[in-house]
């Protein structure tokens, strides 16, 4: 498959249609992950990323397709390859951003041991919001009737930017400033949903209303939640 927004070759057997209008769930790693309550929704798949493989609400949820970028590839972990086997995941893996690593030993043993479930994809947007942005636009690829993201969130709350996955994880990496990974976020947040409305998918930003997601100044104007999934996702 390949358009204006995304370029992607999937495994032999790969069957797309198993997602079309369907709801999909997007966890990303960001704090709302762990302080909203989206397992009360009712969705059909769930996508994540990276060290999704540490979050404790996904350890009995099947994850139907995971981004791993090059610092997860490289790496040998048997905790992240027992959850691929436990459910079956599809591997999505981005050229782009991991190229450098197709040499190393550990990603050559990884593709071998699963190259029926490799995806390979790059997406025309690029900014640093991070890998599960760039897995919702994989996700409106696939003809869905829902995408929800929940744990995409930028640094809105500068007493709380504990990662929901990698729990050692606090603060901003990578030598970012906060300023410049909450425009990019804002960016995504306008982007995915001017890619929603053109190819006709409902999208919901779970995070909203939480002083973590700097994308709900966008999301709440443009793409609400709706009373029900408020009620659903209510936190006590």
């Given amino acids: 498959m390949k358009n204006t927004y995304i370029d992607v070759h999937f495994p032999n057997g790969f069957n797309i249609d198993k997602y079309k209008d369907k709801k999909i769930l997007i966890v990303g790693g960001g704090p709302t992950t762990n302080l909203v309550n989206w397992q009360n929704l009712n969705f059909d798949f769930i996508f994540s990323c990276n060290q999704y493989f540490e979050c404790d609400k996904l350890k009995n949820l099947k994850v139907d397709i995971v981004s791993l970028i090059n610092r997860i590839l490289k790496d040998t972990n048997p905790k992240l390859e027992k959850k691929l086997d436990d459910d079956k995941s599809f591997i999505a893996i981005e050229p782009y951003h991991s190229s ?137």
């Fill in 100 to 236: 450098m690593v197709y040499t190393h030993p550990n990603f050559k043993r990884l593709i071998e041991k699963y190259e029926d479930k490799c995806i390979f994809f790059n997406t025309d947007f690029q900014n640093k919001s991070g890998a599960a942005p760039r897995l919702a636009i994989l996700a409106a690829s696939l003809n869905p009737k829902s995408i929800y993201m929940v744990g995409i969130d930028g640094y809105g709350n500068p007493t709380n930017k504990t990662h929901s996955f990698d729990k050692n994880l606090i603060g901003i990496r990578d030598g970012n400033s906060e300023k410049s990974i909450n425009k990019a976020h804002m960016d995504f947040s306008v982007y995915i949903h001017k890619l929603c409305n053109n190819l006709g998918v409902e999208l919901f930003n779970l995070g909203e209303g939480c002083l973590e997601n700097v994308m709900s100044l966008h999301s709440k104007k443009n793409y609400p939640l709706t009373n029900k999934i408020l009620m659903e996702t209510k936190t006590s």
